[in-house]
């Protein structure tokens, strides 16, 4: 096999292997990450590198470039995205490991690389989304051998291609005059976006390493589910084996200590298939969060013979899933059903987590997961114009009970469609579908973001000038995608998952955006619209909406000095990256907010003013249950830190936002609409409650109280209660609030509180300060003067659970604290009543 493919080499002819292996425990593996040397070709200086890792990293590391995300840097560093770049690293070859099979693999080459080893070509790359693999065996000497790797600028390599076209393909996120980000097959988000810096990155992004095999090699390990029901699952195992000469192997699997599968196989030589099924009895099924246990069984899988011994642990999770998507008396639904279960989905799109992503280590990876779990969220969507994510998120989600909706990586771009970016496209999508599709977690596969909407009602055509034949041209390559290529290798290769061409069905504009298919709506941001348009245009299933803040102070402070705590400040433009963003948070604050003096207030009301507005959009969607089945806000978390629209700054830091979708996506929500009180509940049982409705003004008179014992229905949105506005107190509604509590027995399950006005119109009470103590592990907080405090905000050293919260007149709030935690941890607070004077 080695002369084989050596001979092919000779005569020019390259044989890559891209595929999704099994990563065996055992498999004897020379790590190629850590220390290597870089330098700008033709440069004579060779420089420390860290692999994986980017160049923009390393020659900050190293002192040649200022830090990335201060002030203005990113525009001192765009020189290095129209350089190339040499890798380069030695490592030494045991006499033993020369008479094994040996395999270079690249989980991740960014992007245009020619790979030496010894000075021989034995690879080149275009794809920072694939895998790569080569024999190299017949490359490897003993003692030192070189690995050394010539990246090209993906910018100044996609030229020829921009040029030769006879149209433009539109992408107004890469900010150069030649939008050439559309040839690449490169993470989009990496040229710009309105949320993000331009870092067009190259280098080593994912682990290397050298893999050695003697015999036979383990193409394929596969468990997965093929039939499940309340008294069984049933487990296919699909093993794929290379063997270089007739032999017997033993297979074996196992969950815990019991045997499931013992049975011996006979190698032929060449690729060998073999398959079996299992049987589990009642299985316990795999839950998105809020729903139940988000169970996974792990499988041990061996495969052995007297000379080589093959180890992997896998997981599975057994539930069905699937998108739901028929005709109804308003248009069409679009919900998820898991366990035949309708599922209320919530939760937000998620970007990559730093524009240099071998940054990301696996604890923000975890925390992450986690703070999107104690946010009630049971959905995330993995964005197109970011990354296929790395293992370890599909691993948490898993883990934590978290569906993921997955687009292919195209968004907001017109692509090619000639016969080389297809089969690119081809061998992307058969690794990344290879390697995600056993993931319980995984619940959609989506074409790309926002192109068919782009198409029908973003005017490119009249912009560039497209004749009749350009249009049918172009329409004709997406079709080629996103009709044709992808739909087909999903239904090859995870036909078990759903997709979904593009996010969203329809454009906004458009009233049949909110009876059929999924939504993006952005009438209130790009719109100008107000946040109220958010509770009368309620979608079947919302998949983007959002609205900006800045992050807070401190976060503002690792990008800008204290001299530059102004919107107008260079550091802040550089970090404002939407053409109409601070201008919107004021226009909108002013509409609904007093609009601090001081910067820091302005900064804290910007939060408020986010959370305030998308709560309104999260009550809404679920008050419209099951007319609506999904909230998914724009976004997340940030690439950098900067002033975005999301609820996670880039240090993991809640915003009040985040806060708000804690409290907006628990099982049980209390929920307002006029006069109207509603009841929603995602829990699967009904459950019998007693509903307290009270008003009473800001000082804490009580002015009406009413209890009523409701059965609150499964999986529901009920109207409760309509709340009687005495002629006697309207002139004061002003100074009025209605808390609203829900219990069952003894277990409060839900409150809320609501207002008649804007926080701007509020007359809220003046010179009021908080008390603070600790009793045991809760941090108690009053009013001294037993007056209503709105939105009190802790600045502190930890995370706290609560925050941004209310103090109610006469009333306790009580927060859950780590035993370490004490009173001079918060540093600051701040309030709504000490703006409004």
Not at 516 to 524: C, F, L, Q, T
Not at 778 to 802: D, F, V
């Amino acid at each position: 096999m080695n002369l084989i493919r050596y001979f092919l080499f000779l005569f020019g002819i390259l044989v890559v292997f891209s595929t999704c292996q099994p990563r065996p425990e055992n498999m004897e593996r020379i790590n190629l990450a850590g220390e290597w040397q870089f330098q700008k070709q033709a440069d004579t200086l060779w420089l420390e590198a860290k692999v994986p890792g980017t160049v923009q990293t390393d020659l900050f590391h190293t002192n040649r470039i200022p830090n990335p995300f201060i002030s203005d840097n990113e525009q001192q560093n765009k020189w290095v995205e129209n350089e190339n770049w040499r890798y380069r690293k030695t490592f030494l070859i045991s006499e033993q490991q020369l008479q094994n099979h040996s395999e270079l693999v690249f989980e991740g080459l960014d992007t245009y690389a020619t790979v030496f080893l010894n000075d021989q070509q034995v690879i080149v790359t275009d794809n920072m989304f694939r895998t790569y693999q080569m024999d190299v065996s017949a490359f490897l000497k003993l003692g030192e051998n070189k690995l050394e790797i010539l990246f090209e600028s993906p910018v100044q390599k996609a030229i020829p291609l921009y040029d030769s076209l006879p149209y433009r393909l539109p992408a107004d996120n890469d900010r150069n005059e030649k939008q050439t980000s559309v040839f690449t097959r490169k993470a989009a988000y990496q040229y710009g976006w309105d949320w993000g810096p331009r870092y067009v990155t190259m280098g080593i992004w994912r682990p290397v390493y050298l893999q050695f095999w003697k015999d036979y090699q383990i193409l394929e390990n596969r468990l997965h589910q093929i039939q499940l029901s309340d008294s069984e699952a049933m487990v296919a195992w699909t093993a794929r084996i290379y063997s270089e000469t007739e032999t017997q192997i033993n297979g074996r699997i196992n969950l815990g200590k019991e045997e499931k599968i013992k049975r011996k196989f006979k190698l032929i030589k060449g690729v060998n298939q073999f398959s079996d099924t299992f049987r589990i009895e009642n299985p316990q099924r795999w839950w998105p969060n809020g729903y139940g246990e988000a169970k996974l069984y792990e499988f041990g899988v061996e495969l052995s013979s007297e000379k080589q011994l093959f180890t992997e642990k896998k997981k599975i999770g057994f539930r069905t899933v699937e998108l739901i998507t028929e005709p109804d008396s308003i248009g069409e639904s679009f919900y998820f059903k898991v366990n035949d279960i309708p599922i209320y989905a919530k939760g937000a799109n998620y970007i990559p987590q730093d524009n240099f992503l071998p940054s990301v280590d696996s604890s923000r990876y975890a925390q992450i997961i986690k703070s999107a779990k104690a946010a009630n969220m049971n959905m995330l969507r993995v964005w197109g114009g970011g990354i296929y994510e790395n293992d370890l998120l599909y691993d948490l989600c898993d883990e934590n009970g978290i569906l993921l909706w997955q687009d292919f990586m195209f968004a907001c771009s017109l692509y090619p469609s000639d016969p080389a970016f297809l089969k690119n496209v081809e061998f992307e999508a058969r690794d990344n579908i290879i390697r995600l599709r056993d993931h319980a977690s995984l619940a959609l596969w989506c074409g790309n973001n926002e192109i068919n909407e782009l198409w029908y009602n973003w005017g490119y055509q009249k912009k560039f000038g497209y004749s009749k034949q350009d249009s049918l041209k172009i329409w004709n390559d997406y079709q080629n995608l996103f009709h044709r290529l992808l739909p087909d290798l999903i239904q090859e290769l995870n036909s078990e998952i759903s997709y979904w061409e593009s996010s969203p069905k329809i454009g906004w504009g458009h009233p049949e955006s909110r009876t059929e298919g999924d939504s993006h709506y952005w009438g209130i941001w790009w719109g100008k619209e107000p946040f109220e348009v958010y509770e009368a245009k309620v979608p079947r299933f919302a998949s983007e909406f959002g609205f900006q803040s800045f992050p807070q102070m401190s976060t503002l402070l690792s990008f800008a000095d204290t001299n530059e705590m102004n919107m107008d400040s260079k550091a802040m433009k550089a970090h404002q990256k939407s053409s109409i963003g601070n201008e919107t948070i004021v226009d909108y604050m002013k509409r609904d907010f007093p609009v601090p003096d001081n910067f820091a207030g302005f900064v804290y009301v910007s939060q408020l003013l986010q959370a305030e507005g998308l709560s309104k959009a999260l009550e809404a969607q679920r008050r419209a249950k099951p007319r609506n089945m999904g909230s998914l806000y724009w976004q997340l978390n940030d690439c950098w830190p900067g002033i975005s629209w999301s609820s996670l700054d880039y240090f993991g830091n809640w915003k009040a936002l985040h806060y708000e979708a804690q409290h907006d996506f628990a099982t049980f929500l209390i929920s307002k609409e006029g006069n109207s009180i509603y009841v929603v509940s995602d829990s699967l049982k009904d459950v019998d409650c007693s509903l307290i409705l009270e008003m009473k003004s800001f000082e804490g008179k009580k002015l009406f109280y009413k209890e009523i014992s409701i059965n609150v229905k499964a999986n529901s949105s009920e109207k409760i209660e309509e709340i009687p506005i005495l002629s006697s107190i309207k002139s004061m509604q002003n100074q009025l609030l209605i808390e609203a509590k829900l219990y069952h027995h003894q277990q409060l399950l839900a409150q809320n509180s609501f207002y008649f006005n804007k926080p701007m119109d509020l007359i809220l009470p003046q010179n009021v300060k908080p008390v603070f103590e600790i009793r045991g592990q809760e941090l108690l907080i009053w009013s001294e003067t037993g007056s209503l405090i709105k939105n009190l905000y802790l600045e502190t050293s930890s995370h706290l659970a609560k925050n941004f919260f209310d103090v109610l007149p006469q009333d306790t709030v009580r927060i859950p604290i780590e035993k370490s935690f004490s009173i001079s941890e918060i540093k600051r607070f701040q309030t709504l009543n000490s703006i409004q004077k």
